[in-house]
């Protein structure tokens, strides 16, 4: 890293938008002369995995749960059980002057688009009925974690697929007795199906698990239209089934239990390893994984009084997307010395309204490019940058966070939003990063 005396800088809120032989343009004004344009570039160091011990996986909005088992030299052994509920049966009876009789019930699945680990092996799962009500905490916003485990009862069925091979859909007979108890109460119109909510007391939920020979991890399309039970009967007049839908409510999650590398292992939320010790920071928000950043002190000539434009640009491993996709985008956040983060995030994205415009306090993101057939992310930190040097920041408490959704808080506790919808998405990286700055005397 270069070493270069300190200056004031008048920060303004300007943007490279490109460069071409004639000129450098940033929106309404263009600069000329290209050597009035400067660029220094620091290598970032301070990079860290850091890793969430727990955090949320119930209410599944996003019509996704997950299920498999995979083992990955970064991240470790995963496995992730999908616990379901349904809702009452539709229609809400059966009319027994008709004389009906009980043909089956199965378990209708759709596949989400996303599978992690490439694999033509056939892969294993099996259907159990839960055996307790998910116990969640708070009552007034129910949660449940990554590390909750449920109680499995009887196993209703499994199901064989090869993900490779694109299956969209699958139909899996369940357990004779299984549909005939709910049949049976149907008839003699049970109370259990009076409410949601004595149904679930009856049926507590399903639970897919992953075979132990397992190496690979699917999505489940949890919608409603996506994800049933039926119950399958006919009389005398034809045949005919009852929907129970799958219900994305406050006790469906997602149990994840991740085994990581020893670098890793007895990671917690306050902590870090450094690039330098584990040779490779982590981020996959299906097993808590996260990169922390630290910006590097840096000074500018003084003969150069404006800075333009500082871009943070990451460098991921090609090789290790080959079986786990890398994210589409990624989002920084600023957190505390001890991973927390802060509410009041100094990253504002700028767009343009007739003249650049300052829009809400919102993290800046970046999306997947190339670079000589080589991935990239690239940052826009121009004010983080003019905020680390107007207001003298300390890089350790005002460090950054990458992470593949947005963080809130909710009664009390932190979620990444939609960091779900990428699950076991990863980064891995092995190169320093690269803070550029450009800067210029044009507006003395």
């Known amino acids: 890293m270069k070493n270069i005396k300190s200056i004031l800088l008048f920060a303004l809120p300007l943007f490279f ?41 119930n209410d599944l909005k996003t019509y996704m749960a997950f299920v498999g088992k995979y083992r990955d030299s970064h991240a470790g052994t995963t496995e992730a059980v999908a616990y379901l509920q349904f809702g009452n049966p539709f229609p809400f009876r059966i009319v027994d002057s008709l004389h009906p009789v009980f043909d089956s019930i199965t378990m209708e699945i759709a596949f989400g688009k996303k599978y992690w680990n490439h694999t033509l092996t056939p892969q294993t799962y099996f259907i159990y009925q839960m055996a307790d009500i998910p116990k969640i905490r708070n009552e007034i916003r129910p949660v449940l974690y990554n590390t909750d485990t449920v109680g499995i009862d009887t196993q209703l069925g499994s199901f064989t697929i090869t993900p490779r091979k694109k299956q969209k859909k699958i139909s899996i007979r369940l357990k004779n007795e299984f549909g005939l108890d709910i ?3 149907l008839k003699n119109k049970d109370k259990v199906f009076d409410t949601y909510f004595s149904f679930i007391k009856y049926l507590k939920g399903i639970a897919i698990k992953p075979a132990k020979e397992n190496d690979c991890m699917i999505a489940l399309n949890t919608a409603a239209d996506s994800l049933q039970l039926r119950l399958h009967y006919h009389n005398r007049k034809d045949t005919s089934y009852l929907r129970m839908a799958a219900s994305n409510s406050s006790i469906a999650f997602n149990g994840i239990r991740n ?35 630290e910006i590097p002190n840096f000074n500018l000539k003084p003969a150069y009084t404006t800075l333009l434009k500082a871009e943070l640009e ?82 350790e408490k005002n460090a950054l966070i990458i992470a593949p959704g947005t963080f809130i808080m909710e009664s009390g506790f932190q979620k990444i939003v939609n960091a779900e919808r990428y699950g076991f998405e990863r980064l891995v990286t092995k190169k320093e990063m690269v803070l550029k700055l450009y800067y210029s005397n044009f507006y003395k």
């Open 17 to 57: 938008m490109s460069c071409d032989e004639e000129g450098i343009d940033m929106g309404n004004r263009s600069i000329e002369d290209r050597d009035s344009v400067y660029m220094e570039a620091f290598s970032v160091k301070k990079i860290y995995t850091m890793r969430k011990d727990s955090f949320p996986t």
């Open 183 to 185: 049949f049976h109460k």
């Open 259 to 293: 085994t990581p590398p020893d670098i890793f292992s007895g990671l917690k939320t306050e902590d870090k390893v450094k690039i330098q010790d584990s040779r490779f920071a982590l981020m996959q928000p299906g097993n808590g994984y996260l990169i922390r950043i």
């Open 314 to 395: 990451i460098y991921p491993e090609k090789k290790s997307a080959d079986s786990i996709p890398l994210p589409p985008i990624l989002i920084l956040h600023e957190v505390d010395e001890y991973n927390r983060y802060k509410q009041k995030n100094p990253l504002i994205n700028y767009r343009k309204q007739g003249s650049y415009m300052q829009t809400k306090d919102i993290p800046v993101s970046a999306l997947l490019t190339e670079k000589n057939k080589a991935p990239l992310y690239v940052f826009d930190l121009t004010n983080y940058v003019q905020q680390i040097i107007s207001k003298g920041l300390s890089r």
